[in-house]
């Protein structure tokens, strides 16, 4: 059964850090297109950063891009999003998700884990 559990939310300052995980279960994540979103009530649901390739191929927003970092830890099957100079605009739910099926196009996310929340304060 696959499954995903984020963790690593919380509210901080902006130009603040925090580091996002995904706890990945039920299969071999080496092969799949691991992303990370986040959804504002709103707005549409962005995607914010993918990694594939065991991590080698990773591809990112351009709101984010300098400022968030994605990394895969095969071995433990996690999945980290390393979030540096926060701004506000960041604020939102913040979800691990999983394409076991397109391979590289990293567009068909079918599994999706609860969410966390990121709060960034001016």
């Known amino acids: 059964q696959v499954q995903l559990v984020e963790s690593g939310g919380g509210s901080v300052q902006a130009g603040g850090s925090l580091r996002l995980s995904c706890a990945a279960s039920?299969?071999?994540?080496?092969?799949?297109?691991m992303g990370w979103f986040r959804q504002t009530p709103g707005k549409e649901r962005e995607k914010v950063a993918t990694t594939y390739n065991g991590g080698g191929i990773t591809a990112y927003a351009d709101s984010v891009k300098g400022r968030f970092t994605i990394s895969q830890d095969n071995a433990k099957n996690t999945v980290s999003l390393q979030m540096n100079g926060l701004k506000p605009e960041d604020t939102g739910t913040y979800y691990c998700?999983?394409?076991?099926?397109?391979?590289?196009?990293?567009?068909?996310?079918?599994?999706w884990g609860p969410g966390t929340q990121v709060t960034v304060s001016s």
């Open positions: 998700a999983a394409d076991l099926a397109s391979g590289g196009y990293c567009e068909a996310f079918g599994y």
């Open positions: 039920g299969y071999s994540y080496s092969s799949a297109c």
